[in-house]
């Protein structure tokens, strides 16, 4: 074999080797790569019902009940426009109450019931994550413009 085609040969396997690893990494982030949803939009059908995603908005008073024989949660979480049941077995973050920021990960049932894996709750008294912040303002938006004759 020729210098010159045993170059080409180097520089075709090292770009075969670089289009996989790209192709693996890009795999990976599709994978992980999680949206959120507010209840609005859930109840718009726009979720997936395939895979995993998160939801925020406030806890709705009233609404937490706990099984008394595990660690399952029942709980509804609003962006006071629509309302959505949220189901969690585990420990909830020691922050979670009724009407503060929550956000849920996990998937949305063929019921409409959304299954958590995961619960974060606000750290503070002046946190809420943006995405969560935004759906709530345009679903108030959305109350006053349908109350507006």
Do not use: C, W
Request: charged content about 20%; aromatic content about 6%; proline content about 5%.
């Amino acid at each position: 074999m020729k210098p010159r085609h045993k170059r080409l040969a180097l520089i075709g396997g090292g770009l075969a080797a670089l289009a996989v690893a790209a192709a693996l990494v890009l795999n990976a982030f599709q994978s992980n790569l999680v949206f959120f949803f507010s209840p609005s939009q859930i109840a718009a059908g726009e979720a997936p019902r395939d895979r995993a995603f998160r939801v925020g908005g406030l806890v709705q008073a009233g609404s937490v009940k706990r099984n008394p024989e595990g660690l399952t949660v029942n709980f509804v979480v609003t962006d006071t426009a629509k309302d959505i049941t949220v189901v969690y077995t585990g420990s909830l973050p020691d922050l979670f109450r009724e009407g503060k920021g929550v956000v849920a990960q996990g998937k949305l049932g063929a019921d409409g019931v959304f299954r958590a894996t995961e619960v974060l709750a606000k750290h503070d008294e002046n946190y809420m994550p943006p995405d969560a912040q935004h759906a709530l303002e345009q679903a108030q938006k959305a109350q006053k413009s349908l109350r507006t004759p």
